[in-house]
């Protein structure tokens, strides 16, 4: 079965950039997740999808990032502009709809540093 | 206060050593809780739930205390490929079953 899949795996922006980060989850995969990882820390939640329906945005700095996914599948995440804070790793989860255990598989990660 | 916490460690054991780790969480309608595993520049993977009777696998036994919001892990035999960072995570009983996760807890092994 293949994993969650990212891209790009790394990329380096000036700060006041945008970017975007693309993430495709495991096939038949109801929820997904954007998380940020800051160096030393755990990650972070920033937007959870159910199908193509937001069910969590509440620690997404909304006035620079934004995600969409569209179709119920992939799922694409912005940040514009970014800043120096925002260097970290975007991490990108999935999760079946229905599950007893509740987890969530990671895909490999994008490292942003804005410089 | 943060949600989850976990003292970061770096945890530097002999092999063949046993180590615990512990982990406190703040929200009381917390209703799941699993520790995840996470190497150096990798993503995080589930390493196994922790239930209210306490659960085993293999090397590795975790332990919860409701009254007392406390969670561990032990892990006896220490190899070295146990070296990572091992993230403390609970999920709260909400729409989205969300996860939250603690700092994590950097362990080294050393031969």
């Known amino acids: 079965e293949a994993g969650v899949a990212q891209s790009p795996r790394y990329k380096i922006i000036e700060k006041r950039q945008s970017v975007a980060f693309w993430c495709n989850p495991i096939s038949g995969h109801a929820t997904l997740y954007w998380y940020q990882q800051i160096l030393g820390q755990g990650p972070k939640l920033l937007i959870q999808?159910?199908?193509?329906?937001?069910?969590?945005d509440s620690q997404l700095p909304k006035d620079r990032f934004s995600a969409e996914r569209l179709k119920g599948v992939d799922s694409t995440l912005k940040i514009q502009p970014a800043k120096l804070e925002d260097s970290a790793v975007y991490l990108c989860a999935s999760s079946p709809e229905r599950t007893i255990y509740y987890e969530q598989y990671f895909g490999p990660g994008t490292r942003l540093t804005v410089t | 206060r943060k949600e989850v916490e976990q003292d970061p460690g770096p945890f530097n054991v002999p092999e063949g050593a046993t180590v615990a780790f512990n982990c406190t969480y703040s929200n009381s309608a917390s209703q799941s809780f699993f520790w995840y595993r996470q190497d150096c520049r990798k993503e995080p993977k589930l390493l196994m739930s922790v239930y209210s009777s306490g659960n085993e696998d293999g090397r590795f036994t975790a332990q919860l205390n409701r009254a007392s919001q406390y969670i561990s892990l032990l892990i006896r035999d220490s190899k070295l490929s146990d070296s990572a960072t091992y993230l403390c995570?609970?999920?709260?009983?909400?729409?989205?079953?969300?996860?939250?996760f603690g700092g994590g807890t950097r362990l080294m092994v050393k031969p």
């Open positions: 999808f159910q199908n193509n329906g937001v069910v969590d």
């Open positions: 995570v609970v999920r709260l009983n909400n729409a989205g079953n969300m996860l939250t």
